[in-house]
């Protein structure tokens, strides 16, 4: 698998509360506010790479920018009007990130129809038919898919967190968690508290991983297992979007 965690989630989550204030207030955003949450969003996109993007003639700089003036400025809300409820905006860089596939999908499915392009690359053609409608909150789209929904991961996150010794604990709120940003990062967390072996326990539970892992290294991990087991998702490339979502949540409930 890639990278399972966002590179930009812990830049993003220092932000996650502005975003979500910027973006309920985005058709009265001043000019320096819209340059604040286009340097988020593009900063938060920079590095994700969804498939969608190889069927595609535009390169990904232009679809963000479209992404960005259409999805987010709404600046063509006249001609696509939206039945999102008002509380709708993503709060973490996985939301955005979702928001930014389904944009992905949409074109898709529109050059489709405008060019009949060829999309058999890694089964889009069945993911642009089967989301003809993209959903307004991609998230609770996402965990549906397997049964889930927000509320249900958080509580599944809270027992495995209860599960978990003091020193994984400690782990996860380092590395996913509300600690992620002190200072020293995990490091600097197991060295306060003492933990023993704390490179070995990580990779144990599943918060770091070597570079060369593979989609099973992480399955065969304390929280890969949890996610598979527990939640019903396989650890594949194909269920990225989920896992980093659940990820997010994990890390939502993980506190010292």
Known sequence: MDVLIHQDSGVFARESCTLADLWHRRATLSDIEIGYIYRMVLTTLQSYYPPELRGLHEDKEELISQFFFSRVLRLDAEQRPSHASPESAPSTAHALCAY??????????SASLQRNLSLEIDGVQAEVDSRAHAPDDPVHATLAEFGLSEERVRAFARVFIASCDGPDRLLLAGSLGASSESKG???????????????????????????????ACFAATKIGRWIHQTLGIEITPENRDAILIVLNLLGLEAHE
Do not use: E, N, Q, W
């Open 185 to 215: 990062g995990l490091k600097g967390m197991a060295d306060r508290y003492d933990v023993p072996s704390y490179h070995y326990r990580a990779r144990k539970l599943g918060v770091t991983m070597k570079k060369d892992a593979t989609p």
């Open 100 to 109: 930014f596939r389904r944009f992905l999908i949409d074109c898709l499915r």
